[in-house]
């Protein structure tokens, strides 16, 4: 089994347009439909972003250990766990956003990919490509740029993570 830690470091991928960070990225701009026949995991991640204006490159450029910020809203849509997958299958290892389309965050956190909920995120707080720290259990995220408050991961969805996803959680392991 995989060790998990509740404090994660790497390399943030701002997601931003003018300034600002880019909100209600739904589902479909996560991970085209047109993929969607796609039923191998590790081939999912060359599609991530595919459908983001000005992002479509993510999946060439990224690297294991890599976490994406968005603003608000961050997988509105329809329920497409291929949406979470990709992300998986490129090695980001944590997601962090203002807010979350519900059934993405439900999605991320069966799956073991870690959702970083910061509401009063600023737009400019945090730099493209900056090294930064979460630490899941308190909600801190922090920078060269600064540090933020966010909401600490539920005790369920911990140990969700912990275990590794639902089913390795159901099976206690």
């Given at each position: 089994?995989?060790?998990?830690?509740?404090?994660?470091?790497?390399?943030?991928?701002?997601?931003?347009r003018d300034g600002e960070l880019i909100s209600d990225?739904?589902?479909?701009?996560?991970?085209?439909?047109?993929?969607?026949?796609?039923?191998?995991?590790?081939?999912?991640?060359?599609?991530?972003?595919?459908?983001?204006?000005?992002?479509?490159?993510?999946?060439?450029?990224?690297?294991?250990?890599?976490?994406?910020?968005?603003?608000?809203?961050?997988?509105?849509?329809?329920?497409?766990?291929?949406?979470?997958?990709?992300?998986?299958?490129?090695?980001?290892?944590?997601v962090i956003a203002r807010s979350f389309g519900a059934?993405?965050?439900?999605?991320?956190?069966?799956?073991?990919?870690?959702?970083?909920?910061?509401?009063?995120?600023?737009?400019?707080?945090?730099?493209?490509?900056?090294?930064?720290?979460?630490?899941?259990?308190?909600?801190?995220?922090?920078?060269?740029?600064?540090?933020?408050?966010?909401?600490?991961?539920?005790?369920?969805?911990?140990?969700?993570?912990?275990?590794?996803?639902?089913?390795?959680?159901?099976?206690?392991?």
């Amino acid at each position: 089994m995989e060790k998990r830690t509740l404090v994660l470091k790497g390399r943030l991928w701002v997601l931003s347009r003018d300034g600002e960070l880019i909100s209600d990225i739904d589902t479909d701009m996560i991970y085209h439909n047109a993929h969607l026949a796609v039923t191998d995991v590790s081939k999912m991640g060359q599609y991530a972003f595919g459908n983001l204006k000005g992002y479509e490159e993510f999946a060439k450029q990224a690297r294991p250990g890599d976490m994406v910020l968005a603003g608000a809203n961050f997988g509105s849509g329809s329920s497409r766990q291929h949406a979470v997958d990709c992300f998986k299958a490129l090695g980001v290892q944590a997601v962090i956003a203002r807010s979350f389309g519900a059934i993405y965050k439900r999605n991320a956190i069966n799956s073991a990919l870690p959702v970083l909920e910061i509401p009063a995120l600023a737009d400019e707080a945090f730099a493209h490509f900056e090294q930064v720290e979460i630490d899941l259990g308190t909600g801190t995220l922090r920078g060269p740029s600064g540090s933020v408050q966010g909401k600490p991961m539920s005790g369920v969805a911990r140990d969700i993570y912990m275990a590794g996803g639902l089913f390795e959680f159901a099976r206690g392991e």
